[in-house]
């Protein structure tokens, strides 16, 4: 994984792994290039959002640590919306169709963004996949971000809306360990729920907790995609942000889209390496 992201863009090899063909380089320079590849990035990101929002869809970008149930999930969320939305998905993975294969074959379109060594997507890679999606005739966009927690944070992609999912089996303290991910959430979903008789380690209320320490009022919800318990709250959530932003569209308002740059952050791995 990159100790600082611009990993997925062209000639940045040097940002992100050490082979500077300046070797005095400093932390200062390294952090100027970042930041081009961020501003740069941004610019990508408002020129997809403006071509979604000109179609009226709306694009939900999925993050998670890998292995947290993103892509089953979509799969139950496709059985209970694809008779109310056009719904098309795009799949980011470092290597393999598997989890594109997964949505086609629930009857929704799907992209596979294959990353190669790059720990997420940006908003180049979406824009490229856009080309392939007839946007007039979707509604509904998600986007399956690479399963990683620090990296995705930090490219914005031309997204909506942001949902972090948290898994059982990976412990109720990650809002904390990475707190620049889950306070770029607008959703969190605590998934694999049946799994809570099981792992009692895993308390909700420290989960919930963990949040709040992080200054973090996202909303959280509980669900079982594999039981599709809990999946009535998170569809009344998916219909209400589709119905916000028709309303935006129709108003002619700008999305006011926060995302995170972890820039500082990168600057001091960086800084401690010179």
């Known amino acids: 994984?990159?100790?600082?992201?611009?990993?997925?863009?062209p000639g940045t090899e040097h940002v992100v792994h050490g082979t500077s063909s300046h070797p005095h380089q400093s932390g200062h320079e390294h952090l100027e290039v970042?930041?081009?590849?961020?501003?740069?990035?941004?610019?990508?990101?408002?020129?997809?959002?403006?071509?979604?929002?000109?179609?009226?869809v709306l694009a939900i970008n999925f993050m998670s640590s890998p292995g947290a149930g993103k892509t089953?999930?979509?799969?139950?969320?496709?059985?209970?919306?694809?008779?109310?939305?056009?719904?098309?998905v795009v799949e980011g993975d470092l290597a393999t169709e598997n989890d594109a294969q997964r949505i086609r074959a629930q009857g929704v379109p799907a992209i596979q963004i294959t990353t190669g060594n790059a720990c997420h997507?940006?908003?180049?890679?979406?824009?490229?996949?856009?080309?392939?999606?007839?946007?007039?005739?979707?509604?509904?966009?998600?986007?399956?971000?690479?399963g990683n927690l620090v990296c995705p944070a930090s490219f914005d992609l031309g997204q909506h809306r942001d949902v972090v999912l948290l898994s059982v089996p990976e412990g109720d303290d990650k809002p904390e360990k990475y707190p620049v991910m889950f306070r770029a959430a607008d959703l969190v979903l605590i998934t694999k729920a049946e799994l809570l008789e099981?792992?009692?380690?895993?308390?909700?209320?420290?989960?919930?907790?963990?949040?709040?320490?992080?200054?973090?009022?996202?909303?959280?919800?509980?669900?079982?995609?594999?039981?599709?318990?809990?999946?009535?709250?998170?569809?009344?959530?998916?219909?209400?942000?589709?119905?916000?932003?028709?309303?935006?569209?129709?108003?002619?308002?700008?999305?006011?889209?926060?995302?995170?740059?972890?820039i500082g952050a990168a600057a001091e791995v960086r800084a401690g390496a010179d």
């Open 1 to 9: 994984m990159c100790q600082m992201c611009g990993c997925s863009l």
């Open 34 to 56: 970042l930041t081009h590849l961020l501003a740069v990035n941004d610019e990508a990101a408002a020129h997809n959002r403006s071509h979604l929002d000109m179609h009226g």
């Open 72 to 88: 089953s999930l979509l799969e139950a969320t496709i059985r209970r919306l694809r008779s109310q939305y056009r719904i098309s």
């Open 121 to 146: 997507l940006d908003a180049s890679m979406l824009h490229g996949a856009l080309h392939d999606i007839v946007l007039a005739d979707v509604d509904l966009l998600f986007i399956e971000n690479v």
């Open 198 to 262: 099981y792992i009692p380690e895993f308390d909700l209320q420290r989960a919930r907790g963990s949040l709040q320490k992080i200054a973090s009022a996202v909303p959280v919800l509980e669900l079982s995609a594999r039981r599709e318990t809990g999946m009535d709250a998170w569809i009344d959530w998916l219909h209400a942000q589709k119905l916000a932003n028709d309303s935006r569209i129709a108003a002619r308002e700008p999305v006011i889209h926060q995302h995170a740059h972890a």
